[in-house]
């Protein structure tokens, strides 16, 4: 049984924003959850009801199914996807910095296989080509820059 909930909460301009959470419970657990902010108490009622609706009537969205899709996508397709995103404005030395990632190693591996160990190893070989790390990882500093 699929059931809604809205909690109001005040950010820290004093403006109110509603949460309303959507949860399923079986044998007293939960077996999904899920949560979206509104600016409107009722925006966050009609979100609720019909979420729902479309979970009693289709039944619980299937994680195996959504794995499948997140499997086969690899870093060079989110970064691809990223860079061709219509609302994303990049700098050149974004999009130059997304393409040589695009060219390493790390583009051809699956996201569900991607590790720490992959992006250490991308940094330590980025490090030895004497360049900055820092422009491959969303702009955090991970390795100082090599003089």
């Not at 657990?29 to 409107?40: A, I, L, P, Q």
Request: glycine share 6%; proline share 2%.
């Amino acid at each position: 049984m699929a059931f809604f909930t809205i909690e109001k909460r005040l950010r820290s301009d004093g403006t109110a924003r509603y949460r309303c959470t959507v949860a399923v419970k079986q044998n007293g657990k939960y077996v999904h959850r899920e949560n979206k902010t509104f600016s409107k108490n009722t925006l966050a009622k009609s979100w609720g009801a019909k979420r729902v609706a479309y979970i009693e009537e289709h039944g619980l969205p299937e994680p195996e199914k959504e794995m499948k899709e997140i499997s086969v996508i690899t870093v060079g397709d989110l970064l691809t996807q990223y860079e061709n995103h219509p609302n994303i404005t990049l700098g050149a030395s974004k999009r130059s910095s997304l393409r040589t990632l695009g060219r390493s190693f790390l583009a051809e591996i699956k996201l569900t296989d991607l590790t720490a160990k992959h992006i250490i190893e991308h940094c330590q070989t980025r490090k030895s080509a004497r360049t900055c790390a820092f422009h491959y990882l969303s702009g955090r500093i991970v390795f100082k820059c090599c003089a």
